[in-house]
C-alpha cells in the first residue's frame, strides 16, 4: 500500500474518532443539557452549550474538508452555528454523520500528490495537509470544551470518555 494513501486513511480515521467523541458526549443528553450554557459574570465572553460545539466543529470540518480542499458549494453559516438551539441530540448527531460521509468521499479521493497542493483562503495560500490537521485539532480543542461544559451541566460528574488505547483498532 502506498504511504501517502495510509496517511489519508489516518486522516479519516482520525476525524472518524473525534466525531465519535463528540456524539459519545451528547448522545444521551436531553434537550435543555444540550442547550445549557455555563454561567459567568457580567460582561464576561459568552459560553458555547454543547449543541452548539457540535454543530460548530461539523461546520468547520464541512468548510475545511469539503468547501476548501473537495471544492463543494459553500454552503456554511458559521454565525448560525453559534445561536443553534437543539430540540435533541439528533439533529446535531446526523450532522455529524453526514460530515463524515461528506469528508469520506473527499479525503477519498484525493490522490497522494494532492495532500502537496495549496488553496487560496482570504488571501493565504493555505496547504492541504494544514487544512487537515486543522479540523483535527479544531475537534480536539473543543470536545475538551465539550467535556468541560457537560462536566458543569451534570453537577461535577464527567461523561465516559474512552482511553486511548481504547479507541485504536483492535489488532490480533
Known sequence: MDAMLAEIQQYIASLED????????????????????PSLPAGADPTNSLAVL??????AEHFWIAECIGRYPQTRDRDAEF??????????????????????????ALKPEQLDDSFMKDDHAVAVRWAIHHVIYHYSLHIGHMQLTYQLWNKGMATPSPRWFDRLPKTN
Open 18 to 37: 473525534l466525531r465519535a467523541q463528540v456524539a459519545g458526549i451528547i448522545k444521551d443528553v436531553p434537550q435543555t443539557g444540550l442547550n445549557w450554557r
Open 54 to 59: 457540535a454543530v460548530h466543529v461539523a461546520g
Open 83 to 108: 445561536r443553534y438551539i437543539a430540540t435533541s441530540a439528533e439533529e446535531p448527531l446526523a450532522r455529524l454523520r453526514r460530515v463524515g460521509e461528506e469528508t469520506q468521499e473527499v479525503l477519498g
